[in-house]
Structure formats: C-alpha cells, structure tokens
C-alpha cells in the first residue's frame, strides 16, 4: 500500500505544479512584453554583421513622414519594398517613410530563425477545413507554398541569391515513432485525394530501409514524408532587400536604436514617441510581431511571445561534403554531395508540437556564382571581379542549424509552459541547449562519424570572442509570436485593438506641412502584419505586401498577387473569439 501511495502523492504534486505553472504563464501572456532589449543572445546567422547593422542610429528623426513602420524583419522589409515599389512610377511625391527598429537591423526574430522557408501543408489541411471549408484552406495553404518561389525571386531580383543562399531544398519529415508516423500518413492520405493537383504534387513517403540509409539516417527514423521547401539565410536576405532600398529610394530611411515607446493622436495626425525624438504620422504599420502587444494592448492574450532555441553546430564529418554519399532518387548511383541541399523536421516521439528542425548553411568552398555588391563595398567602376571575389560572401563552413527543443523530443510540457510568455531573448536554458547539443548524432546514428573540427576563420568570430570549439558553435534564442487562433493578423488595427482613436482623413492632410502635402493613400490608420506562430518564412512576405496594398488602396487583383486568405484579416469578431487558452487545450489534446 506505501507505494500506492506514493504514486498518488506524486501525481497529485505534478498536477499541482501545473497549475501553478499555469497560473505563473496566464500572468506572463496578460502583460506587455516589453521592448526588446540591446542585451540579446547573439545569433550565428548575424556574424559578420550587415553593413546596415547600425544605419540611422546617430541621424537625426524626421519630424513628418507619411508612413512609419516599426521593424526592421522581414514583415518591415516586404512592406517598405511593396510600398516603395508600386509607388515608384506614379506622378507626384512618392510617400516619405521611417523604418523604426529598437535594436540593430533585423535583430528580431527573422535574424534569429532556422533558416527554414518549410511550409506546414499536409497535416494541417484536416483542421483549417474544418474551421474555415475546403476552398479557404487549399487558398491558405497555396499562400504558403508561394512563399518558397517568392522569397528566391525576391532574393534573385535584388541581386541577393548567393549571399541570402536562397535556394530549393530536399525537404523531409523524419518520423521515430510508428504512431505519429501512421497518423501522418493518414493525414496525407486524405489531403492529397482532396487537394488540387498544383498544391499536392510533391509530396510523398519513404518507408524502405535502404532509402532511409541512403539519406544518412539513424535506425530509429522509421519513415519519411518529402514535402516542398527551400532554405533562405533570412538575414542575409532582409538586410540585403533593406540596403539595396535604401541605396535606390531617398525617401525611405531606416533609424536603427531607435524604439517606439508610445504613439499618440495629436491633433488629427500620429505622434510616434522614442527616446530620440517624435515622428508625424498619418499611417503606422506594426511589425513587430511577438512584441505588437506592447503598442496594442487589444492583442494581448491574441499574439504571444514565445521563446525558442536555435544552434549552430559542426556536423559529423561522416556527413561531411568531403566524403559525397548517395542521394535518396540518384538512381544512376553517382556519389553526389548533399551539403546545403536538405531541410528535416524531426519528430522523436508521439506528440504533433514535439519536434525540431534542422537546415545547413552552404559550404563556402562550394562553387558559387560572384557575389552581389553590398552596400557598402558596390563596385561601380566596371571592374572585373577577381577570382579571389568569386566565392560566397559569408564564412560558413556548412554548419547544421539546429533548432527547437521546446518539449525536450515531447517528453516535457513544463519545458514548453515556461517558455510561453517569455520576451527576453537574452539568455538560453540550460536544459533545452543539453538536449539541442545531443540530439544531432542520435538522428544520424552510425553515420555521424566523427565529430567535426573545421576551423573558423577571425571574419566569421562574434566581435570581441570566438565561437564553441566543440560540435555547438552557438547556442541563442529568438522570440516567436503564437497566434491564439494559429493563424496570423493582417490590416487595419481596429481601435478598440489600440485603444486610439484614428484621425480623421481630412484633418490629417490639413496637419502636415503645406510644402509637403500627403500622398494619397487609404485613410489614416494603424496596420499590422504579425502572429505567424513561428512560420514566419510562409507568411510574412506576402502578408507585408497585402499590408502595403491596404495602405495605397489597391487590389491584389491590380497588382496580379495573390488575394491574402480572409481568416487572416484583424477584425473586432475575431479579437473577440480568439482565445489562447483553446490553441493550450489543442496542444493538450
């Protein structure tokens, strides 16, 4: 009978610290996360920094713009493109804007990421047609795939595809456990006799073996599903975008250290507040995902800050591109490197939110094309570029980035409710970095070899130190925004959403300066595009364009873009329903 009850002891302590665990996570998500904070983690994707790292943070504020957009990730980027872009051949003043960023360009999220442009499709099909019908999933899952082809023509037409290494990868979900792996099967199953054939054809299922081997798997990866993917350096990506617009458009400026501590109506027009001086408004944009609460107080409880885990890491020199190994369809047998070219989504064990995600960098000793000039070292004299220029503008040496870890392979709730809530991306746990730092090997098994040792060069060392010297170079953290209803927050802000009320179109006009009389845009208001619970990558750039659209007035039909999916657009209904503590049940279940 002791040992009766000693088990019920333990359960009912377990259920008690849950509930406390709950209760501490209500408190974190009904608060304002804050402003982000210099004293962040440092994340391997952002060394050696962009030449724009630090633009604006000494330049004076303007005191009247049309437009303000606060962050500097890739939402901030795809809507200054868009907005600059479509308004570039009109006649008149083009519209003046103000990229505001309270820390260094892009050292949100989007410089924090895995790299992984891999949107979620087939397992989700089942429950966005349940919620929304057929016809709005498809629409919304097609939004996603978009995004792959879309960021690598972006990358492609700014001239940034060898330094963003935008590219299409081999992309895979790796199964351990037959249950999961069964019940995603069904799931495919289903979706792929449903779904139009341009949205399911490039999915499929490995289960061989000797396939699996070929890939260079551990035993225990019992089965694979192939879905569509590309890998991008976002980083690399959005401060390449963010410098070449800066360098073309005189009226657009970035103001880096420069956060906005409050926004005000004054008058008939925005008044947007930060310790370096204010700005004049008739149009603020809000992208700033995780931290748009902070400005909104409407979304708290709707966008949640959540802290995750990323890595840089050696691979095994078994998996090294010095020793090519065979693909999964070389059916000539040819010994082929796979260096850069895959993405995997492991999932270790039987729950859908227990998993990690893995991309590699390109190796610089790969061939590559000649780099695009950066901003600060364009060539404009006709030069040749050297051979010595020919190489990739970053020093990677293929490392695995490794990220995830939130429930330790599934196995800790606790693990992922402390992480809820969480808008400091300072520090790392020491428990998740544990599993993140084994947890590579195990998925390669036999095939990791040993462990790998290439040297790091002086550019490629954070400033003042050097990276790990073992199999992890870096660990940081980054803060994603979950959506309380799992899917993002598009348009308009509603203003019992900010709690200010919108200025009225004429008396906004009449506010600025005569000399420089507004360009016509939609009424004046606050937008936003955030809440993309961490799948940023197939959400955000077309989001950002759908919010410049709003802003001019124009259509996606006008421009020939794709309509942005209606379950994403901000509404006071919405606001109303959505609730985080449903998306904890769902996670529960």
Not at 366 to 392: A, F, H, I, V
Not at 430 to 451: D, M, N, P
Request: one cysteine or more; glycine letters at 10%.
């Amino acid at each position: 009978m002791g040992s009766v009850f000693s088990t019920v002891r333990i359960v009912l302590k377990t259920f008690k610290e849950m509930m406390q665990e709950y209760d501490a996570v209500s408190k974190r998500i009904s608060q304002s996360p804050g402003i982000p904070q210099l004293n962040a983690s440092i994340p391997y994707w952002t060394i050696p920094n962009s030449p724009i790292t630090h633009e604006g943070s000494n330049s004076e504020l303007p005191l009247e713009v049309d437009i303000v957009i606060l962050g500097s990730g890739i939402t901030g980027a795809s809507v200054a493109k868009a907005l600059l872009e479509y308004t570039s051949s009109t006649d008149g003043r083009p519209p003046r804007i103000a990229m505001l960023e309270a820390r260094d360009a892009c050292s949100g999220a989007t410089g924090r990421n895995g790299g992984h442009a891999s949107p979620i499709i087939y397992n989700e099909y089942a429950v966005l047609k349940k919620e929304y019908g057929a016809a709005t999933a498809i629409q919304i899952l097609r939004f996603r795939i978009a995004h792959i082809t879309g960021l690598i023509t972006a990358a492609r037409d700014a001239n940034i595809l060898d330094e963003s290494q935008a590219r299409i990868v081999d992309d895979f979900d790796a199964f351990l456990h037959p249950q999961l792996f069964e019940k995603y099967k069904r799931l495919l199953d289903v979706f792929l006799k449903e779904a139009p054939e341009d949205v399911a054809e490039t999915f499929d299922v490995v289960e061989e073996r000797n396939a699996i081997e070929k890939l260079q798997l551990a035993s225990s990866v019992i089965g694979l599903i192939i879905k569509p993917g590309a890998s991008i350096h976002s980083y690399r990506f959005v401060t390449g975008v963010l410098a070449r617009l800066l360098d073309k458009y005189s009226n657009f400026q970035l103001f880096t250290r420069t956060p906005c501590t409050n926004i005000t109506v004054d008058r008939g027009i925005y008044v947007v507040s930060t310790p370096r001086g204010q700005i004049r408004a008739r149009h603020v944009i809000h992208a700033t995902n995780a931290w748009s609460s902070h400005l909104l107080p409407g979304l708290r409880r709707k966008i949640v800050p959540v802290r995750a885990h990323m890595s840089a890491q050696r691979p095994g020199q078994g998996l090294s591109r010095q020793k090519p190994i065979y693909t999964c369809d070389n059916s000539s047998g040819l010994s082929v490197p796979w260096a850069g070219s895959r993405a995997f989504v492991f999932y270790p064990g039987t729950e859908d939110h227990g998993y990690e995600y893995l991309t590699q960098l390109l190796p610089a000793a790969l061939p590559q094309n000649p780099p695009s000039p950066s901003r600060s070292t364009s060539n404009n004299s006709g030069d040749t570029l050297t051979d010595d220029t020919k190489r990739l503008p970053l020093p990677t040496a293929g490392e695995f980035m490794f990220g995830g870890g939130a429930m330790l392979g599934g196995q800790s709730e606790t693990a992922l409710m402390n992480a809820l809530g969480v808008a400091d991306d300072s520090d790392t746990d020491f428990v998740i970095e544990s599993y993140l730092g084994g947890a590579l090997e195990r998925y390669f098994g036999k095939h990791w070899g040993e462990e790998g040792n290439e040297p790091d060069t002086e550019e490629s060392n954070p400033p003042g130190g050097e990276w790990g010297k073992g199999r992890v170079k870096a660990f940081w953290t980054g803060i994603i925004g979950i959506s309380a209803d799992s899917v993002p927050w598009v348009g308009r802000v509603p203003s019992s959403v900010s709690g200010r009320q919108e200025p009225k179109s004429s008396t906004s006009e009449t506010m600025l300066s005569s000399e420089t009389k507004a360009y016509p845009t939609a009424s004046p208001g606050e937008w936003i595009s955030a809440g993309y619970s961490g799948e940023g990558m197939v959400h955000a750039w077309l989001c950002g364009r759908a919010v410049a659209r709003m802003v001019l007035g124009i259509s996606a039909k006008h421009k020939g873009e794709l309509d942005l999916p209606e379950p994403f657009l901000i509404t006071e209904q919405r606001v109303k329903k959505a609730k985080i503590e449903d998306l904890l049940d769902r996670v529960g279940e």
